[in-house]
């Protein structure tokens, strides 16, 4: 079998859901979950028929709360994909619902990664944003996973929620690296339509999210990370050497994603496709012989060109100069200590990456071709 793509599992099902997710995710639904598993499995086993499906290079199950499903349901899912000799499996977890055991089952079917949806380790904020996990919790995870000797875990915080000030994002910070972390995502605060989070600041139960707040925070982590050796590789994400996650890199270079369950995105062969939202028509379409594809989109090569130069751009990568661009523009963002200039590539600097997107608009307007030359960069999602 030829080597294929990465594999994205969703698992829509969680014990309570966060005030500000946003997630195709369900508290009412364990009902579902014998029958999702199934389906999972007829779904990945009807791709491998196909040939759509080949070794997977990487597995990431996300959510969700994929540690609420039991270890072996979980894992039957995982044994039905085909697999390189080297894949990276990865398994996002609340610290509420992982343990050691559960661990262990995960261990011996091969995952490589977990990754601790930690947010913050203050009692106040984790209120704010509807978290049920303590620090403690969060402490004993992480022993959970050195004990059973998983390869590597992320350590996921978010910066910028109300009532944090900048001390209790610091402590955060402080406790985390006290866990060691080999890799730690930090993400800003988004308030997103229909969420409680987003009731609750219009009613003016809560301030909105601070932008020069969650800046000052990012900075903040990105110099405390860094002068413990784990270093940036794309704008949210830091890790020790040999920790960065090949999955999520797979969606900043180009590798194709098969998706699987319910809401799960996936690019393949030039195509984009999204998968039905709700787990239980996600099963009767599985169990009815159907694709469970809601639709596809196919871009065009402007608009691929420049997802492309977008997506490199976020990364310590970078992307090579563009053919066309305007000096000027270039030499205006250097000045303003925005990117710097690395072995002819663009390169954000840490400011800069806090403007990632005004940055990558300013350089494609300077661009003549709108994007960089295929073989430049070979990203899509």
Known sequence: MSLGPGVYVHIPFCATRCDYCAFATWTDRDHLIDAYVEACVTDVTRRRATGELGNATTVYFGGGTPSLLDAAQLMRILDAVPQAPDVEVTVE?????????????????????????????????????????????VARAVDAVHATEIPSFNLDLIAGTAGESAADFDATLTDVLALEPPHVSVYGLMVEPGTPLERRIAAGQLAPPDPDAQADRYLRADARLTEVGLEWYEVSNWARPGHACRHNLGYWTGQDCVAIGAAAHGHTHGVRWWNVPKPERYVERVVGGESPAAGEERLDPATRASERFGLALRTRAGTPVPEGTDQAVLGELVAAGLVTILDDRIVLTSTGRLLATEVTLRLEVGTRYHGVPTEAAQVDR
């Open 93 to 137: 977890c609340n610290p509420d619902s992982i343990d050691a055991e559960k661990l262990r089952v995960y261990r011996d079917h091969g995952v490589t990664r977990v990754s601790l949806g930690v947010q913050s380790t203050q009692p106040h904020v984790l209120a704010a944003l509807g978290r049920t996990h303590d620090r403690a919790n």
